[in-house]
């Protein structure tokens, strides 16, 4: 039993890092080809995992290998257009000037319903809303919707707006984040000083404190424990 906990644990933390590696993708997001080596990876490791006959290098090498086919392809899409189209394909114009494209659909082996359900997905129940819709090379729709039908901007009604900044955690589950409070240029002094003007004495009892996308500062408290509640 010991054994197999031992593989498991090492099998499990291999293919964590490797997939860290691979970079940063949801699974939606991932191309064809990376699809396909993270289906791969998953069923070697699970063959040395169960078997104890196995050595652990009969699941290691081929995972490695993997990682390095991957980075390697992905390095070449980087510089060159060409072989990313070979490996990745290209965009298909689903829908063009607000007309369904019967050729693309069909050398997509995309069918209509298909269509109509991703474009559901996206809020738009009437084809006659959409002027253009690109299958993406990961599978993914992305739709343009007729000018008529597009939500109204700011700049559409000639609004004035303020550049706005990423928010930014300064207290999280009662542990103030110094990094974080470093590069927004504030002390402990000043977070200290907008805690008690909100009635707050000990950041450990803070849940979330935070500067909004405006800047403005925000605060929640924990909820109190159930010794406190007693009291």
Not at 77 to 106: D, M, Y
Not at 174 to 203: M, S
Request: charged fraction near 20%.
């Amino acid at each position: 039993m010991l054994i197999i906990f031992v593989r498991t644990l090492f099998l499990y933390l291999l293919v964590v890092i490797v997939t860290r590696l691979m970079g940063k993708r949801q699974i939606g997001e991932l191309q064809p080809y990376e699809f396909v080596i993270t289906i791969m990876i998953a069923d070697l490791v699970s063959v040395p995992m169960q078997d104890r006959g196995l050595s652990l290098f009969s699941g290691v090498i081929p995972v490695i290998t993997l990682l390095l086919v991957q980075v390697v392809f992905s390095f070449w899409s980087l510089k060159s257009q060409t072989f990313r189209r070979i490996l990745c394909g290209k965009p298909s114009p689903i829908i063009e000037k607000a007309k369904i494209n019967w050729e693309e659909l069909r050398s997509n082996l995309y069918h209509v319903n298909d269509l109509i359900e991703q474009l559901r997905s996206q809020g738009y129940f009437n084809l006659s809303e959409v002027e253009y819709a690109l299958l993406e090379t990961n599978g993914s729709l992305t739709v343009l919707p007729k000018a008529e039908r597009r939500p109204v901007t700011m700049g559409d009604l000639q609004l004035k707006t303020r550049p706005q900044q990423m928010p930014t955690a300064l207290i999280l589950d009662g542990k103030i984040v110094k990094e974080n409070l470093a590069r927004a240029g504030l002390t402990i002094p000043w977070l200290q000083t907008e805690l008690r003007k909100q009635g707050i004495k000990d950041p450990h009892t803070v849940l979330i404190a935070m500067l909004d996308t405006d800047g403005r500062f925000y605060c929640q408290t924990k909820p109190p424990s159930g010794k406190e509640k007693k009291r």
